[in-house]
Structures are given as C-alpha cells and as structure tokens.
C-alpha cells in the first residue's frame, strides 16, 4: 500500500510554509492507518485499493481524486496527532514538553482546535463524496452504496443511521 501523502505533504497541506513541526513527528504508521480507516469506509475497497496501489502510471482521474482527498486526510492526521504533539515517550515514560515562552494550551482549548480540524476534514470529505458521485463514470470502482459517510450521520459522538 503506497501512502497518498508524505510526512513534508502532511504539514504542507495543514499548515502551509509556516509551521515548526518536524516532518519526523508524523509517523507513516498513522498515515496509512488514517488512510486506511477514514478512506477506505468511504470510497470501498476496490476504489481505496486503486487510489493506494504501486502502479506506476495511474490514471488522471485516480491522479485528481487523490489530490482532492489529500488535504482532508492530512488535516485528519494532524487531528490525531495534535494531542500526542506536546508529550514524549521515552525512558521515563510519557512526559510533557514545555517550550520556551510558550504557555500550554489547556484540554478546552485542544479540544476546540481537533474539533475544527476534524470539522474542516469531515467538510472536504463530503465534498469529494460529492464530486465522486457527479462524476461516477470516471470511477466506476467506486461503490456510493458502501460509502459509510452517506449511511450514518456522525455528530456530537452518537452515531445515527441515515
């Protein structure tokens, strides 16, 4: 499984060019598995598989929707990582960093900020579901009825059937 973004394209696509983070602090692990858990619910596996195969030359439309889902999965990842960001796990555990002149953001605070992350992503999400069914037949592997974000709603933690 080939990953859609790089560690650089995760924080490039997040932050722009003004960001601090360092490209190490995104593990390839939680790349591929948010693409894996956040993607493939959404597209169905035959489509997921395509988008996230060796091939060497894909096709323009699988060069499109990837570029489309990219900011959305990287603003995901950020989410995700956001909380683990200010500790360190080493020999004496997990330890928070403190940085010079900067006070630690209080849990509301880092709630608020995931949640808009996650928000924005979900937003994007929905518009390449959109376009995808606008444009099924240049993606015919793609299986709408399969496509958890049209079956349930998420909202406020419950999960609703739609």
């Known amino acids: 499984m080939k990953p859609l973004l790089t560690p650089a394209e995760v924080l490039t696509h997040v932050f722009g060019t003004s960001h601090t983070l360092n490209e190490r602090?995104?593990?390839?692990s939680t790349i591929l598995a948010a693409e894996y858990r956040l993607l493939r619910p959404m597209l169905g596996s035959k489509l997921f598989d395509k988008?996230?195969?060796e091939e060497e030359s894909?096709?323009?439309h699988i060069v499109a929707l990837a570029e489309q889902l990219k900011t959305p999965l990287a603003l995901h990842?950020?989410?995700?990582?956001?909380?683990?960001?200010?500790?360190?796990?080493g020999s004496l555990g997990v330890v928070r960093l403190e940085g010079e002149g900067f006070e630690k953001a209080d849990e509301a605070t880092l709630a608020?900020?995931?949640?808009?992350?996650r928000h924005d992503a979900?937003?994007?999400?929905?518009?390449?579901?959109?376009?995808?069914?606008?444009?099924?037949?240049?993606?015919?592997?793609?299986?709408?009825?399969?496509?958890?974000?049209?079956?349930?709603?998420f909202?406020?933690?419950?999960?609703?059937d739609r």
């Open 51 to 53: 988008l996230t195969s």
């Open 58 to 60: 894909p096709s323009p």
């Open 122 to 153: 979900d937003a994007l999400l929905d518009a390449a579901t959109d376009y995808l069914l606008a444009h099924h037949d240049q993606y015919p592997d793609y299986d709408h009825a399969a496509n958890i974000r049209r079956r349930v709603v």
């Open 112 to 117: 608020r900020v995931v949640a808009r992350l």
């Open 77 to 89: 990842i950020v989410a995700l990582l956001l909380p683990s960001l200010a500790a360190h796990i």
């Open 155 to 160: 909202g406020g933690g419950v999960v609703m």
């Open 25 to 28: 602090d995104i593990p390839l």
